[in-house]
């Protein structure tokens, strides 16, 4: 899975979020996702993450090994 079909992933699951994907190590499995959504506005930094990580469910049992996340409210 690309950087590009990660981020994909996530924008697809929380439509109107801004997401960033970093990959430190160039190599689409230690990533860092960036991620700005208005969805997230009253939830807690684990309810925001565990929006994120719905999005990637599968990806994260097969293919993304290390997911660095920051969720802030757009």
Do not use: C, W
């Amino acid at each position: 899975m690309t950087v590009q079909e990660i981020r994909e992933k996530i924008q697809n699951g929380l439509p109107g979020s801004e997401v960033v994907i970093e990959d430190p190590y160039n190599d689409g499995v230690h990533i860092k996702a960036i991620v700005k959504f208005a969805g997230f506005s009253g939830k807690s930094i684990v309810e925001q993450h565990r929006m994120v990580y719905a999005t990637l469910k599968d990806e994260l049992k097969a293919e993304v090994h290390a997911l660095g996340l920051e969720t802030r409210v757009s």
